[in-house]
Each structure stands twice: as C-alpha cells, then as structure tokens.
C-alpha cells in the first residue's frame, strides 16, 4: 500500500515565476492538505481539499491555489514567487469524513527553492 | 484560533538521558497530536490524546495531556540514537493542524 507521494521532490524557480506541486493521497484517503514548512518552524496550514473543493485555507494570500481531482489527488499552485516562498511543501491525507480517527499522513514533501 | 507553544526549542542531550518536550496553551484543546520529524524526513504521527488527564506510552515514550486540557508533555526514557529529530505537538482543529514550533532533539552518543 504506497502511502502519500508528492512531485517533484525538488524544485528551483527564480522570483515571479509559477509552480504546480502534485500529490497523490494515501489509498482510501479523500482529504488532502497541503503545508508549508520554513526551515526550523513547524508546518504551517495552506489549505484542505476534499470532494474537489477548499474546505479550509489557512493565512496565504490568493498567490497560493489549488486543485483536487476526482481520484483524490491534488495540486498546490504558487504564483509570482517570492524569495520567501522557498520552503518545503507537505502533503498530508485523512480518512474520510465521519471517521473517527484525525490522523494525518504526510508525504515527503517537495522542496521549493526560489532564487 | 488555537495556538500552541512548545517548549524547549532545542534540547542536547547524552545518549541514555531522559527528555522531555512540552506543549502549552491558553485555550482548552479538544485533543493534541504529536508527530516526529527526522531530519531531512516529513511528520509521521505518533499518537493522538483526547482525555482529560490522559496518559500513552509507546515503549520508551510517554505522552501526558493535562487535566484541564491545556498542555501536554512528551517524555522519552534512556534516549537513544535513532530518536534524533524535531517533536512536534499539534492542535486539531476545524479540519487542520495547528502546529507547535518543534523542540529539536539532538543525542551525543
């Protein structure tokens, strides 16, 4: 059973340029969230997809948008880079809704350098 | 929202020593999760404490969550080598986690 995988693993882009990270849930997950990771902080919420829609966004501005497909995978979309975006990207997914356990698996992340 | 602060930041310690992180906040917490990140590595869940008062133990670890719910401990018995890394505690809330800054565990061997 693959557990959560995420594309690329990394990534380098110069300021103003776009990128799409991808991720794809751990089998039987529906929920995707995505996290930013600063070096030497903890992860901070971007935002939570499920039935391919934002259900919760945490405090990023609109830069940062996203996607989820109807197999469950999802993209995180950044635009206009800024210096302060290099960081490490997580994924994580959930059980489905209703169930009683809030566990959440995290991918390897995609480490974004922005130059 | 739900803030948590976790202290130590960082934390050296001699291999067999004892450790111990702790997570606090102003509010009362609906449950608390911690997560182990190895260096280079991603969160992996460790346990999730929803009780009142309540008390985990994984081999060498212990997780606490206090009784009015407003902090909790991670306490990790004759460290060793292979527990190097940054302990996070995290708030579930409203569908997300809210994490602590980390206490970062380093081990002389």
């Known amino acids: 059973d693959a557990g959560v995988t995420q594309s690329p693993t990394h990534l380098i882009k110069t300021r103003g340029q776009q990128v799409t990270l991808r991720c794809s849930p751990k089998?039987?997950?529906?929920?995707v969230s995505w996290y930013q990771q600063a070096l030497g902080q903890g992860p901070q919420f971007i935002f939570q997809?499920?039935?391919?829609?934002?259900?919760q966004r945490g405090n990023f501005p609109d830069r940062f948008s996203g996607h989820q497909f109807p197999n469950y995978s999802s993209e995180l979309n950044v635009n206009a880079l800024l210096l302060g975006d290099s960081a490490l990207y997580l994924c994580?997914?959930?059980?489905?809704?209703?169930?009683?356990?809030?566990?959440?698996?995290f991918g390897p992340g995609t480490r974004l350098t922005v130059l | 929202g739900q803030q948590v602060m976790q202290i130590p930041q960082y934390q050296h310690v001699q291999e067999g020593e004892d450790f111990t992180t702790y997570c606090n906040s102003s509010?009362?917490?609906?449950?608390i999760q911690w997560y182990k990140q190895r260096p280079g590595g991603h969160p992996v869940f460790l346990i999730q404490?929803?009780?009142?008062?309540e008390v985990k133990k994984q081999k060498r670890l212990t997780f606490q969550f206090g009784e009015a719910k407003k902090n909790s401990s991670l306490h990790i018995t004759a460290t060793q080598t292979t527990d190097v890394g940054t302990y996070f505690c995290?708030?579930?809330?409203?569908?997300?986690?809210?994490f602590g800054q980390g206490t970062r565990l380093t081990i002389n061997p």
């Open positions: 997809y499920y039935e391919e829609e934002e259900r």
């Open positions: 404490l929803v009780k009142s008062g």
């Open positions: 995290a708030v579930q809330g409203a569908q997300k986690l809210v």
């Open positions: 089998s039987g997950h529906d929920t």
């Open positions: 994580a997914s959930s059980r489905p809704r209703g169930s009683s356990y809030n566990e959440q698996f």
């Open positions: 509010t009362t917490l609906s449950n």
